[in-house]
């Protein structure tokens, strides 16, 4: 019989693909982690992907899955498409749809109305979500025919502005300075004609604020970029802002482009993770645990104090100021520590090897 492998500990970040779970994303792993060769692994995602999503999906492996609950926490960025004309159920492309408009807003109203969708705001989640509502799932209730009524949360909209030129649509995304440079444009209001101090004060008629003098452009559909706090969703974000311009819309694509201290830039395919079960090398895949606490300051312990630590005993007379650290011996991640007042108090041990075992 063929010795298995040590089971990894670490995150590998997924570019989930649209059409997959992502409790099928952390099967993915499992499955392709034990055709490796590699002994059970306790696997788990930091927050969950809507299946029509794509994008980041971290998912920790082994003792990274004491950190998993910290993604939850995290902030989150989309990139996001609002189709006007039509609202749906689900507000995304795989609903029912349940209410039309003709009215197309204009290109200036959208971005006038992007403001008040920034800072702290309050949005109902869903009514097609994975909350629970009196011991089931409010997607479950709303399938069932259920009327389904949920509470209005507070969450924090850090920034929302175009993902591209609204006028080509599918250019690349715009650099910082060719945002300033649009949103300039966008308030130009002296050589525009045009008062953006509310959405609603720009009809018809009205001179393209892009270019003085031509016709208004209105927008069959936008793509936005959003950096939300935890708890937040896109799809009731696109519902409200469509309100907001006087139409109803939904969401026909959705991306997550960082999840934390995750970027899309460390995200590997589905194709490029499932090498690993044909024996590619795992180590070319996988952050190491402390890529999940990049915020965090490293505390280095000495054996003694890394010893203590591990059988969970308070540490006194220590020299940093208060916050959270790294506890780490060596290169090997010990424990996330309190420290308060000189004291060193356990979070969260990790159970790693030394690096001489």
């Given at each position: 019989?063929?010795?298995?492998?040590?089971?990894?500990?670490?995150?590998?970040?997924?570019?989930?693909?649209?059409?997959?779970?992502?409790?099928?994303?952390?099967?993915?792993?499992?499955?392709?982690?034990?055709?490796?060769?590699?002994?059970?692994?306790?696997?788990?995602?930091?927050?969950?992907?809507?299946?029509?999503?794509?994008?980041?999906?971290?998912?920790?492996?082994?003792?990274?899955?004491?950190?998993?609950?910290?993604?939850?926490?995290?902030?989150?960025?989309?990139?996001?498409?609002?189709?006007?004309?039509?609202?749906?159920?689900?507000?995304?492309?795989?609903?029912?749809?349940?209410?039309?408009?003709?009215?197309?807003?204009?290109?200036?109203?959208?971005?006038?109305v992007l403001e008040h969708f920034t800072g702290d705001i309050e949005q109902v989640p869903p009514k097609y979500s994975a909350l629970m509502v009196d011991g089931k799932r409010a997607y479950d209730r709303a399938r069932a025919g259920e009327e389904v009524e949920l509470k209005t949360r507070a969450i924090t909209v850090y920034d929302l502005h175009?993902?591209?030129?609204?006028?080509?649509?599918?250019?690349?995304?715009?650099?910082?300075?060719?945002?300033?440079?649009?949103?300039?444009?966008?308030?130009?209001?002296?050589?525009?004609?045009?008062?953006?101090?509310?959405?609603?004060?720009?009809?018809?008629?009205?001179?393209?604020?892009?270019?003085?003098?031509?016709?208004?452009?209105?927008?069959?559909?936008?793509?936005?970029?959003?950096?939300?706090?935890?708890?937040?969703?896109?799809?009731?974000?696109?519902?409200?802002?469509?309100?907001?311009?006087?139409?109803?819309?939904?969401?026909?694509?959705?991306?997550?482009?960082?999840?934390?201290?995750?970027?899309?830039?460390?995200?590997?395919?589905?194709?490029?993770?499932?090498?690993?079960?044909?024996?590619?090398?795992?180590?070319?895949?996988?952050?190491?645990?402390?890529?999940?606490?990049?915020?965090?300051?490293?505390?280095?312990?000495?054996?003694?104090?890394?010893?203590?630590?591990?059988?969970?005993?308070?540490?006194?007379?220590?020299?940093?100021?208060?916050?959270?650290?790294?506890?780490?011996?060596?290169?090997?991640?010990?424990?996330?520590?309190?420290?308060?007042?000189?004291?060193?108090?356990?979070?969260?041990?990790?159970?790693?090897?030394?690096?001489a075992e």
């Amino acid at each position: 019989m063929t010795e298995k492998l040590p089971p990894p500990h670490g995150w590998i970040i997924l570019d989930k693909p649209r059409g997959m779970g992502s409790t099928q994303a952390v099967g993915a792993v499992k499955r392709n982690l034990r055709e490796g060769g590699y002994a059970k692994t306790k696997v788990g995602h930091g927050g969950t992907l809507d299946p029509e999503a794509e994008g980041v999906l971290p998912i920790a492996l082994g003792e990274a899955t004491k950190l998993a609950g910290r993604m939850l926490d995290a902030s989150k960025i989309y990139e996001f498409t609002v189709q006007f004309g039509e609202e749906t159920d689900t507000l995304d492309a795989e609903g029912e749809v349940v209410r039309t408009s003709d009215h197309r807003p204009p290109m200036a109203a959208i971005a006038a109305v992007l403001e008040h969708f920034t800072g702290d705001i309050e949005q109902v989640p869903p009514k097609y979500s994975a909350l629970m509502v009196d011991g089931k799932r409010a997607y479950d209730r709303a399938r069932a025919g259920e009327e389904v009524e949920l509470k209005t949360r507070a969450i924090t909209v850090y920034d929302l502005h175009f993902s591209r030129h609204p006028r080509e649509g599918g250019d690349p995304e715009l650099q910082s300075s060719d945002q300033a440079a649009l949103d300039s444009r966008l308030r130009r209001n002296d050589e525009a004609g045009v008062e953006l101090e509310s959405a609603f004060q720009i009809t018809s008629g009205r001179p393209d604020p892009y270019d003085p003098g031509a016709p208004l452009e209105l927008a069959d559909a936008i793509t936005l970029t959003a950096h939300v706090s935890k708890g937040t969703y896109i799809r009731s974000l696109a519902r409200d802002i469509a309100h907001a311009l006087g139409t109803v819309g939904h969401v026909t694509y959705l991306r997550r482009t960082k999840a934390g201290p995750f970027a899309e830039k460390q995200a590997i395919s589905l194709d490029k993770l499932n090498e690993i079960g044909k024996g590619a090398p795992l180590q070319d895949l996988l952050l190491p645990l402390e890529a999940g606490l990049d915020d965090i300051p490293a505390l280095k312990l000495d054996p003694d104090s890394a010893q203590a630590v591990r059988q969970g005993r308070v540490v006194s007379g220590m020299p940093q100021t208060d916050g959270l650290y790294l506890a780490k011996l060596e290169t090997v991640p010990v424990a996330l520590v309190e420290l308060s007042g000189g004291t060193m108090k356990v979070v969260r041990g990790f159970n790693l090897p030394d690096v001489a075992e």
